[in-house]
């Protein structure tokens, strides 16, 4: 017994100091407290002021008509499918006849069209800097087009993409005018 309460002696005091410290009380606030402080928040936080744009309307100007306008159909053996415009890279003469709706044709999701499809279907996977038009496509991909017998569509995550092909401006200007470019003017005094 002697032993025991000697034990206890020691583990008593080593319990009650290993106890976590307890935290103060506090009151719980009312709800004119809660009232209050929103108005407090409000008033040094305003919410912003949005003044409406000039103009018209850009959701509204410029709307599409349909999705079909803004999209090429093709169709082969049954099924039919949707890419958008300027997706098709290169599109040679003897698959003119698949572009377009084929009647009793069932409209299937891209991915499944080109499964089923794949032997006449190229992608080629583009950057979205490529798709935006900021970084021109890799010259070597482009000059591969002249040979393919395929259908070459831009893909970017595995789904058609739209394409803003960059335009050389030497080239633009001469195929407008018919001549080549001018050379260019200094503006600089003294110069000639």
């Known amino acids: 017994m002697i032993v025991l309460g000697a034990v206890a002696r020691i583990l008593i005091p080593l319990a009650s100091a290993q106890e976590p410290a307890r935290k103060p009380m506090r009151d719980v606030p009312t709800h004119d407290d809660i009232v209050a402080a929103a108005r407090t928040a409000k008033e ?6 949005f003044t409406p744009l000039e103009g018209d ?3 509204v100007v ?4 349909d999705l079909l306008s803004r999209s090429d159909l093709f169709s082969y053996l049954g099924l039919a499918t949707l890419v958008p415009k300027n997706a098709v890279l290169h599109s040679p003469k003897e698959l003119e006849s698949r572009g377009g709706w ?3 044709s069932k409209f299937v999701a891209w991915v499944d069209f080109y499964t089923a499809n794949r032997a006449w279907i190229r992608t080629v996977t583009v950057s979205r800097a490529q798709a935006e038009g900021r970084v021109p496509l890799d010259e070597e991909i482009v000059k591969s087009f002249a040979k393919e017998k395929r259908l070459v569509v831009a893909t ?6 739209s394409v803003i092909r960059q335009e050389d401006p030497a080239a633009k200007t001469a195929a ?3 001549k080549a470019p001018a050379a260019p003017i200094s503006t600089v005094a003294g110069q000639p």
């Open 44 to 49: 040094k936080n305003p919410p912003p002021v």
């Open 62 to 65: 410029n709307r599409p008509q």
């Open 102 to 104: 084929k009647e009793g």
């Open 57 to 59: 309307d850009p959701s």
């Open 156 to 161: 970017y995550q595995e789904g058609p993409i």
């Open 176 to 178: 407008v005018t018919g």
